[in-house]
């Protein structure tokens, strides 16, 4: 399906709505029924149905159906944020007893899930270097029925060979998942290279104006009805109309906002390169990544969002740094239209600063919309 064709009309009937361009935003709970055929028809199957919005609502179906075809999915469910994108199928697809590989320093609430949430239910989970893909296959037990990935992951950007994975992963009859929020439908298909199931917050590059907080996930008509029929509807995370409003109104500039990011996100890496007081770039798509071939091989373009250390190591140099800036915003969170910094020592206490520790001295910027020229006055200013 044509890229132009998903984001401007797959799943909009608009001589439904008066030939209205831009999509009804139906704010409505519940839904109305003229005979007990009907509302019994509609109760037997809530996916469907147009009956109570925590299950199926007209202005998220629009959405589901982009979403889907961004992926190249066969169907797809909107969650009211990233997390439960991820946590809810993961509860729906485990049991007590089970086991997860879980890549190493996945997105922070994804750590504690694994570590602290899942336990309370007898699941268990094994953390791995995938950039190693012989670390994931030593890692299968028994009892494995996931493996999650998160390739890139967005603060040091190690990868996972999803090929490779997915191809030892389907004959053991294990599940892959990933979290795909960095590189986004357009840069990398997860689904094409074998993975199951596609997570992503929707907060990120798919909203893209920072106004809203929102999850996705793709996979097989049969995993998500699955996820749908018991876990989605009984823990109830459903997005709201007017933000999957505002999500359907954020994808029809998608392929420009990304572009845009990559290419000044480019620009602004390269001049940092030649800066004194940079010492490392962390970046899958620079020359000198360790994982660049394994990056040219499996994504179409890079996320703008990289991280680098000051050759000055020291803690008090970095917030220094950081203080000074005036357009780029210190903020968790990325994706929008506005540059952002997160320093790694932002995440602790100052006393556990250890500088030999790489990730302790990161500093993680994204590019947003800006001219690449004023993200390089405000770093040069803040260097100075
Ligand atoms: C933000 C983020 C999430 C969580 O998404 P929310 O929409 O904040 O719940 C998950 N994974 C990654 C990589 C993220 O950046």
Request: aromatic share 10%.
């Given at each position: 399906?044509?890229?132009?064709?998903?984001?401007?009309?797959?799943?909009?009937?608009?001589?439904?709505?008066?030939?209205?361009?831009?999509?009804?935003?139906?704010?409505?709970?519940?839904?109305?029924?003229?005979?007990?055929?009907?509302?019994?028809?509609?109760?037997?199957?809530?996916?469907?149905?147009?009956?109570?919005?925590?299950?199926?609502?007209?202005?998220?179906?629009?959405?589901?159906?982009?979403?889907?075809?961004?992926d190249g999915a066969e169907d797809a469910l909107v969650f009211s944020s990233g997390v439960a994108a991820i946590?809810?199928?993961?509860?729906?697809?485990?049991?007590?007893?089970?086991?997860?590989?879980?890549?190493?320093?996945?997105?922070?609430?994804?750590?504690?899930?694994?570590?602290?949430?899942?336990?309370?239910?007898?699941?268990?989970?094994?953390?791995?270097?995938?950039?190693?893909?012989?670390?994931?296959?030593?890692?299968?037990?028994?009892?494995?029925?996931?493996?999650?990935?998160?390739?890139?992951?967005?603060?040091?950007?190690?990868?996972?060979?999803?090929?490779?994975?997915?191809?030892?992963?389907?004959?053991?009859?294990?599940?892959?998942?990933?979290?795909?929020?960095?590189?986004?439908?357009?840069?990398?298909?997860?689904?094409?290279?074998?993975?199951?199931?596609?997570?992503?917050?929707?907060?990120?590059?798919?909203?893209?104006?920072?106004?809203?907080?929102?999850?996705?996930?793709?996979?097989?008509?049969?995993?998500?009805?699955?996820?749908?029929?018991?876990?989605?509807?009984?823990?109830?995370?459903?997005?709201?109309?007017?933000?999957?409003?505002?999500?359907?109104?954020?994808?029809?500039?998608?392929?420009?906002?990304?572009?845009?990011?990559?290419?000044?996100?480019?620009?602004?890496?390269?001049?940092?390169?030649?800066?004194?007081?940079?010492?490392?770039?962390?970046?899958?798509?620079?020359?000198?990544?360790?994982?660049?071939?394994?990056?040219?091989?499996?994504?179409?373009?890079?996320?703008?969002?990289?991280?680098?250390?000051?050759?000055?190591?020291?803690?008090?140099?970095?917030?220094?740094?950081?203080?000074?800036?005036?357009?780029?915003?210190?903020?968790?969170?990325?994706?929008?239209?506005?540059?952002?910094?997160?320093?790694?020592?932002?995440?602790?206490?100052?006393?556990?600063?250890?500088?030999?520790?790489?990730?302790?001295?990161?500093?993680?910027?994204?590019?947003?919309?800006?001219?690449?020229?004023?993200?390089?006055?405000?770093?040069?200013?803040?260097?100075?």
């Amino acid at each position: 399906m044509e890229l132009s064709y998903i984001l401007n009309e797959l799943g909009e009937e608009r001589e439904n709505y008066f030939n209205a361009v831009s999509p009804p935003i139906i704010q409505t709970s519940n839904f109305t029924f003229k005979t007990v055929a009907d509302f019994r028809q509609a109760l037997g199957n809530e996916f469907d149905a147009t009956l109570y919005s925590r299950g199926h609502n007209p202005t998220l179906n629009i959405l589901r159906k982009k979403l889907a075809a961004l992926d190249g999915a066969e169907d797809a469910l909107v969650f009211s944020s990233g997390v439960a994108a991820i946590s809810v199928p993961i509860l729906a697809l485990l049991q007590q007893g089970d086991h997860a590989i879980v890549v190493e320093n996945p997105y922070s609430w994804t750590i504690k899930l694994f570590k602290n949430f899942l336990p309370k239910f007898g699941i268990s989970a094994t953390f791995v270097d995938g950039s190693d893909t012989a670390n994931i296959e030593n890692a299968i037990q028994a009892n494995t029925k996931l493996i999650y990935l998160e390739s890139p992951n967005t603060f040091s950007y190690e990868l996972q060979d999803l090929a490779a994975i997915s191809h030892i992963a389907k004959p053991k009859g294990i599940l892959t998942m990933i979290d795909n929020s960095y590189c986004g439908p357009l840069y990398q298909q997860p689904i094409s290279l074998g993975i199951d199931l596609v997570a992503q917050s929707a907060t990120k590059y798919l909203g893209g104006h920072s106004d809203i907080v929102a999850g996705v996930l793709t996979g097989s008509q049969q995993l998500i009805n699955k996820i749908f029929d018991h876990e989605f509807m009984n823990i109830g995370p459903s997005l709201s109309p007017h933000s999957a409003w505002l999500l359907i109104r954020g994808l029809r500039t998608l392929p420009l906002r990304m572009q845009r990011s990559f290419e000044t996100a480019k620009i602004v890496i390269a001049w940092l390169q030649q800066h004194s007081a940079v010492d490392k770039i962390l970046w899958p798509f620079a020359a000198n990544f360790k994982q660049a071939q394994l990056a040219a091989q499996q994504m179409q373009g890079c996320g703008s969002m990289f991280s680098f250390t000051l050759k000055d190591p020291s803690i008090h140099k970095i917030e220094e740094f950081c203080d000074k800036l005036q357009h780029i915003l210190m903020a968790v969170s990325w994706g929008g239209h506005e540059s952002l910094i997160i320093p790694s020592i932002a995440g602790f206490a100052k006393g556990d600063y250890d500088e030999n520790n790489i990730r302790h001295r990161l500093i993680r910027m994204y590019v947003g919309l800006e001219d690449a020229d004023y993200l390089i006055k405000d770093l040069e200013q803040a260097f100075k």
